[in-house]
């Protein structure tokens, strides 16, 4: 398990902007029309294209509106982009299939880590 100061990452609040820029003006939108769409207010969009931070759920709306994950965005104290391993995804979104019941998921899961486990290079 990572120790808790390997696990802080910061929200790169620059790209966030950039890609919400980009979907707007793909979609032919108004800064008004995305907060009305995203549920956030005006003045988070603003602080967020002065490079501050929006909070926990108007972060979490915006990248839902995106159709992205908030690891999108996440950079360690490098800079450098912030990525789990494959699996750790895989084994997440098998977990979050609702059309399996939670003893189906967890099997899957399960299958699903121990050949990663049986497969992968050394």
Same mark, same amino acid.
């Given at each position: 398990?990572?120790?808790?100061? +390997?696990? %802080?990452? @910061?929200?790169?609040?620059?790209? $966030?902007? /950039? =890609?919400?820029? =980009? /979907? @707007? %003006?793909?979609?032919? $939108?108004?800064?008004?029309?995305? =907060? %009305? +769409?995203?549920?956030?207010? +005006?003045?988070?969009?603003? @602080?967020?294209?002065?490079?501050?931070?929006?909070? &926990?759920?108007?972060?979490?709306?915006?990248?839902?509106?995106?159709?992205?994950?908030?690891?999108?965005?996440?950079?360690?104290?490098?800079?450098?982009? &912030?990525?789990?391993?494959?699996?750790?995804?895989?084994?997440?979104?098998?977990? /979050?299939?609702?059309?399996?019941?939670? %003893?189906?998921?967890?099997?899957?899961?399960?299958?699903?880590?121990? /050949?990663?486990?049986?497969?992968?290079?050394?």
């Amino acid at each position: 398990m990572p120790r808790r100061d +390997q696990m %802080k990452g @910061r929200l790169d609040t620059d790209s $966030l902007f /950039a =890609a919400l820029e =980009a /979907a @707007r %003006k793909d979609r032919d $939108l108004t800064w008004f029309k995305v =907060a %009305k +769409q995203t549920g956030v207010s +005006q003045s988070t969009l603003t @602080r967020l294209s002065q490079g501050r931070r929006p909070d &926990v759920d108007g972060t979490l709306a915006l990248t839902r509106w995106l159709g992205l994950s908030l690891e999108h965005f996440e950079r360690d104290s490098a800079g450098s982009p &912030v990525r789990s391993e494959p699996i750790t995804e895989v084994v997440a979104l098998l977990r /979050a299939l609702k059309k399996l019941s939670p %003893k189906s998921r967890e099997m899957l899961a399960r299958l699903v880590t121990s /050949a990663y486990e049986e497969l992968k290079e050394e």
